[in-house]
């Protein structure tokens, strides 16, 4: 089955600095790939995503890249800003049989230092 | 306002009770997914609804039991057959459960036995 590799588990970065998480997967059949940011105390909420026939995504500060070759997958985030200190999750999205399950990475907890 | 809730936020059992987690959505989504959440892992999948009256188990559905009378309903009972209940529970609804659609997920319920 599916195995999603996220790294680093912890990340500190000074503000306006930008950050990096990387996630590798083994699936090649998997094809959609959220990220995720969760809060203290909540539920993750879906930051950006990205399908399998588009090599990279942006959104304002956040930006999502796809290598399917090296099966592996990236969150660039620009400018940091304190808000953004969270947890982050990939997850890679594969067909089994005829349902599309979710497989997280086992998250990244980012510090924006001030 | 359209959203998943979760009730309660916190929950104290003793050990060798059952206890039924509610989880709620007004986003009309067909498909729903109870999660489990330990420190330092990634969100493990426990069931999975893909419409009323249908659920599969996921990966660790092991001492856990689902219901799916209603569309907007999905509550999660820990049996006392689940060694270690202690954990935050995150429900989740997507509008499908193909395709690779977004998840929308609840609050959490943080889940304490002793």
């Known amino acids: 089955g599916e195995n999603v590799e996220q790294h680093p588990s912890t990340l500190s970065v000074q503000e306006g600095d930008s950050a990096v998480i990387k996630c590798t997967y083994s699936?090649?059949?998997?094809?959609?790939f959220p990220w995720y940011k969760q809060e203290l105390g909540k539920g993750p909420q879906l930051i950006i995503d990205?399908?399998?026939?588009?090599g990279e995504k942006k959104d304002q500060r956040i930006a999502v890249t796809l290598n399917k070759t090296a099966k592996h997958f990236s969150l660039h985030i620009t400018e940091t800003q304190p808000e953004d200190s969270a947890v982050y999750f990939c997850?890679?999205?594969?067909?089994?049989?005829?349902?599309?399950?979710?497989?997280f990475g086992t998250g990244t907890r980012l510090k924006v230092l001030a | 306002d359209g959203g998943i809730t979760q009730s309660p936020k916190y929950l104290f059992r003793k050990e060798g009770q059952n206890v039924t987690l509610s989880c709620e959505q007004n986003?009309?989504?067909?498909?729903m997914y109870w999660y489990r959440q330990d420190p330092g892992q990634g969100l493990r999948l426990i069931y999975y609804?893909?419409?009323?009256?249908?659920?599969q188990k996921g990966d660790i559905a092991e001492g856990y039991s689902v219901s799916r009378e209603k569309k907007e309903s999905f509550p999660l009972t820990v049996t006392s057959a689940q060694k270690n209940p202690t954990a935050f529970y995150l429900c989740?609804?997507?509008?499908?459960?193909?395709?690779?659609?977004?998840?929308?997920f609840g609050p959490g319920t943080r889940l304490t036995v002793t």
């Open positions: 989740a609804s997507s509008m499908d459960s193909g395709g690779g659609y977004e998840q929308y």
């Open positions: 699936d090649s059949a998997s094809n959609y």
């Open positions: 990205i399908r399998s026939n588009v």
């Open positions: 997850a890679a999205s594969p067909p089994y049989s005829g349902t599309y399950k979710y497989i």
């Open positions: 986003l009309n989504h067909d498909a």
């Open positions: 609804s893909q419409i009323v009256n249908d659920f």
